[in-house]
């Protein structure tokens, strides 16, 4: 999912659909993560019952192609994959790195 610079200004409904995804999978995803596989609709329409998302989601999509905006869906697998790299890249950027030398003069390179 992209990441928004806080000096760029972008409107409620960009925000929320951009940086959010719906889990694909049907009623038995809707069942087994208590409705929060459509966190776009979620996100879009806090108060709304979760047994009422599945109903605006055809409508939100829509909206969305109409505008050009990108309406991100994936199954689970692909979606805690998408999180695990991005954990990754993160932590990796962010790694220390000093070597040991006792190990750099065992393990040449």
Request: a positive charge.
């Amino acid at each position: 999912m992209p990441l928004i610079p806080k000096d760029l200004e972008v409107d409620f409904l960009r925000r929320q659909v951009l940086t959010s995804r719906n889990i694909t999978g049907g009623r038995a995803m809707n069942w087994a993560m208590g409705g929060l596989d459509l966190q776009i609709e979620h996100h879009l329409f806090p108060r709304m019952p979760s047994g009422h998302l599945r109903k605006v989601r055809p409508i939100v999509k829509e909206f969305c192609a109409e505008r050009g905006i990108t309406y991100t869906e994936t199954n689970l697998i692909s979606s805690y994959s998408i999180i695990v790299r991005y954990l990754n890249q993160v932590g990796l950027a962010h790694a220390d790195p000093m070597e040991c030398p006792l190990v750099t003069q065992l393990r040449p390179r």
